[in-house]
């Protein structure tokens, strides 16, 4: 089965800085890749996907992610952080053969401090 | 489009009631989830549908727990003799599965905004 592993329960930086969120995947065959976000109370809205174009991949509200097929990552990075991106980041995986359920991360919070 | 809707968004229910949830997807999708998520979890699946077509069901989906799409469009989730573990948000997303030539392809999942069910 597919699983993706979060690397940091809980994560702050100041605002401005660099966002860095970690995540690896375990498969043998690169899958689709996922980043969600979600605010308190609220589903989860989908920041970007991996399923096998460009390696770098543009989300929305400034971030992006970059697939590294050798070491097994899709970490999400953003260049400056705004208050208003903290949040709950979830990184998901789909398997690329079946393209059935998603397996979800433990997730990270971020926190920014003005 | 309107996006994923749920209904109720918040439940609370004494232990060993019956309580049903409802998911309304993005109209055009043809696949339906239902997940868990506890607090400080991840979502965890449950159980999912292709139209009307109930494909997969996880262990965590005890013999308690039934899950209908009749007509191929709103979903309901129901947990009879309701327990204290059942405490958590249910989520409820839909995506369009498309099988492109010859290989599937997952779109991207849109979640609704859960039903939150306590059980007292």
């Known amino acids: 089965a597919q699983s993706v592993t979060q690397l940091g329960s809980h994560v702050s930086v100041s605002e401005g800085a660099l966002v860095l969120l970690r995540c690896n995947y375990s498969?043998?065959?690169?899958?689709?890749l996922f980043w969600y976000v979600q605010y308190p109370n609220q589903g989860l809205q989908l920041l970007l996907k991996y399923t096998s174009a460009a390696t770098l991949v543009k989300g929305i509200n400034g971030f992006e992610a970059e697939f590294k097929k050798s070491e097994t990552s899709f970490h999400l990075t953003k260049p400056s952080a705004h208050m208003s991106d903290a949040a709950e980041y979830f990184c998901?995986?789909?398997?690329?053969?079946?393209?059935?359920?998603?397996?979800f991360g433990t997730g990270t919070s971020l926190t920014v401090i003005p | 489009d309107t996006g994923v809707s749920q209904n109720p968004r918040h439940k609370i229910t004494k232990r060993g009631q019956n309580v049903t949830f409802r998911c309304d997807p993005i109209?055009?999708?043809?696949?339906l989830y239902w997940y868990r998520q506890t607090l400080g979890q991840g979502p965890e699946f449950l159980t999912y549908?292709?139209?009307?077509?109930?494909?997969?069901k996880s262990r965590l989906l005890s013999d308690r727990f039934s899950a209908e799409r009749p007509k191929g469009s709103f979903s309901t989730l129901e947990i009879q003799r309701t327990e204290q573990g059942d405490s958590a948000m249910y989520l409820c997303?839909?995506?369009?599965?498309?099988?492109?030539?010859?290989?599937?392809?997952?779109?991207?999942?849109?979640f609704g905004p859960g039903t939150r069910l306590t059980v007292t």
């Open positions: 997303a839909s995506s369009f599965y498309l099988l492109a030539g010859g290989r599937r392809v997952p779109y991207e999942q849109y």
């Open positions: 998901a995986v789909s398997d690329r053969n079946t393209g059935n359920q998603f397996y």
């Open positions: 498969s043998s065959v690169p899958p689709y």
């Open positions: 109209s055009e999708h043809n696949r």
């Open positions: 549908f292709q139209n009307e077509a109930q494909l997969e």
